[in-house]
């Protein structure tokens, strides 16, 4: 039996994930340039969310790391040519 404040600690965790998840889809949806490829997948190009014109140098930090996160977590996947086009494989959902 688990002790209930770890149930709430573990219901928390699990949240948070959940949450992360939504906020790396959300951002990417976002900031990206979504484009439609032929096979009839939508495909994000992630150079505007790293562009240095366009955002300081920790919103690109940031960025990166939601990227990174992203694609640990198996919520995107790369091209494996054009690194920079991702495309969603999980959608961002709460709960």
Known sequence: MIA???LQDLQLVQQAFALANARAIA?????CVP??????????DTRPMLDPREHAGEAIDMAAQVLAYAEACGLIRRDAVLRHMVCITQPGRVG
């Not at 951002?27 to 900031?31: H, N, P, Q």
């Open 4 to 6: 209930p404040h770890l």
């Open 27 to 31: 951002d990417i949806e976002s900031v």
């Open 35 to 44: 484009l439609r490829a032929a096979d009839g997948l939508r495909w994000y």
